[in-house]
């Protein structure tokens, strides 16, 4: 019979953190049972169930900005050589820049509100879905966009009833590197601008030198990026589900 990995995983690694922790006695590194109990008392204040209220709003928006910017302007990309050429430039750059970097120019812009942490939302994670769903409309198979226009289908119907469906695994490969962008966007736009969400209650924990507060906090961030992925991993396998499971690479 196959045990279930991830469980045992998680077990192993909760086990490995807290004899860590024991055995170091570090202030910087509590175990994990001090982690806990210090989420507990955060949740008992309040301060985690608003913040996480207010985080998973900041990441809604701007993943939701991301995935349809990103879809668009990588559809055209991939499919006109002109947009392509116009916009690659810029998209590159972008996506090679620190994306932390324009947090300031926010702050500037929009003021120290929810609008700024969503624009550095939309900066971590709209550039990779762009570069992916371009990419994989340029390797959309040219028998069928050839196979399509022959039958009169206009450039709007091969770009939505061929070219999409045949690219979508890519595109979802897009999409799920951008969720995780998304989360480290979120929490490093909290972190920066210090006033809602899951990254301000980390700036105040860590300006006390609360270790275990700050890793209460992580725990919790991880708890939403894992979340996260498993719903775009549940839509990928519900939009892709005429892949084969052999091309997807499970053993």
Do not use: C
């Amino acid at each position: 019979m196959n045990a279930p990995a991830a469980p045992i995983s998680l077990a192993v690694g909760a086990m490995a953190w807290e004899l860590t922790g024991r055995l170091a006695d570090a202030s910087f590194f509590p175990p994990l049972s001090t982690v806990l109990a210090r989420l507990r008392e955060l949740a008992a204040e309040g301060l985690i169930y608003a913040s996480l209220r207010d985080s998973l709003v900041n990441l809604a928006l701007g993943f939701a900005i991301s995935l349809v910017a990103g879809l668009a302007i990588g559809m055209a990309m991939g499919h006109w050589r002109k947009a392509d050429a116009a916009l690659g430039v810029y998209v590159y750059a972008l996506l090679t820049a620190p994306s932390l970097v324009f947090a300031p120019v926010f702050f500037a812009l929009l003021g120290a509100g929810r609008a700024s942490v969503v624009a550095v939302v939309v900066m971590y994670a709209m550039f990779v879905i762009i570069v992916n769903t371009a990419s994989a409309v340029r390797s959309a198979p040219a028998q069928l966009v050839e196979m399509a226009r022959s039958y009169g289908a206009g450039e709007g119907q091969v770009l939505l009833r061929v070219v999409l469906p045949a690219t979508a695994p890519m595109i979802m490969a897009g999409v799920r590197l951008g969720i995780g962008r998304a989360v480290t966007g979120m929490i490093n736009g909290e972190m920066f601008i210090a006033v809602v969400g899951l990254g301000h209650v980390v700036t105040e924990a860590g300006g006390r030198f609360d270790s275990a507060g700050v890793l209460a906090v992580l725990l919790v961030v991880i708890a939403v990026a894992l979340g996260a992925t498993a719903l775009v991993q549940a839509v990928d396998r519900r939009v892709t589900r005429w892949v084969p499971k052999t091309s997807r690479g499970y053993r």
